[in-house]
């Protein structure tokens, strides 16, 4: 069935490094992934989208990566700070809005 | 503060009984999602809503049952409730319904004992 996978369930970085949290996926058909970001106690937070007509797209200090071939996106935050300590969360996009969410990576940073 | 409102924040009930959890959208959002968290389920879709009528369904049991009123606010309703159905309920909103932006609430945390 469809599904999208977290490698790594825990990671830790150094502040002020760059983190690179990895995501793969089973349907080659998927075409709409976006990154969420969970901090404790709080709902998921939109951080960046992307379309399968893109490989890659920037934000503020966060690129998402996605390489069709192989069906795998990451996620890659520059200089990471304290505030960035949270869970992250990969989902593809269903049918607008019907997000099916990857299992979560949870990053410490560590000062 | 992502503007999604949802009421109650901690609910703890007893098996068999029902509750209703409320949210409220973001100003001028149409669009409503139910999701579910759990530990061992993760985050669950559940069910959709656009300007009052359904629009996707997930994985909703059918114990629970969801509605989009005129005002736009939306509830989600849990009957016959079981041990397993503790979780965390999120609410989101979007203005489009063919975005993966979702706007989320802060979450209804159900314990059933």
């Known amino acids: 069935g469809e599904s999208v996978g977290l490698h790594l369930p825990t990671l830790s970085v150094q502040e002020g490094d760059n983190s690179i949290i990895n995501c793969a996926y089973s349907?080659?058909?998927?075409?709409?992934f976006i990154w969420y970001k969970q901090e404790s106690g709080k709902g998921p937070q939109f951080i960046i989208d992307?379309?399968?007509?893109?490989d890659k797209r920037q934000g503020q200090r966060v690129t998402v990566l996605l390489n069709k071939t192989v069906k795998h996106l990451s996620l890659q935050i520059a200089a990471t700070q304290p505030g960035d300590s949270a869970v992250y969360f990969c989902a593809e996009n269903k049918e607008g809005g019907k997000l099916i969410f990857g299992q979560g990576t949870e990053l410490s940073v560590k000062p | 503060d992502s503007g999604v409102t949802q009421t109650p924040k901690h609910l703890i009930t007893a098996t068999g009984q029902r509750v209703t959890l409320r949210c409220s959208p973001r100003?001028?959002?149409?669009?409503v999602y139910w999701y579910q968290q759990s530990l061992d389920q993760g985050l669950q879709f559940l069910i959709q809503?656009?300007?009052?009528?359904?629009?996707a369904k997930g994985n909703i049991l059918e114990r629970f049952s969801a509605q989009q009123f005129p005002d736009l606010h939306s509830e989600l309703n849990l009957s016959s409730l079981e041990l397993g159905d503790s979780a965390l309920y999120f609410c989101?909103?979007?203005?489009?319904?063919?975005?993966?932006?979702?706007?989320f609430g802060e979450g209804s945390r159900l314990t059933v004992l």
């Open positions: 100003s001028g959002d149409l669009s």
């Open positions: 809503y656009y300007n009052g009528e359904e629009r």
């Open positions: 349907n080659s058909a998927s075409d709409y």
């Open positions: 992307i379309r399968s007509n893109m």
């Open positions: 989101a909103s979007s203005v489009r319904v063919d975005t993966g932006e979702l706007f």
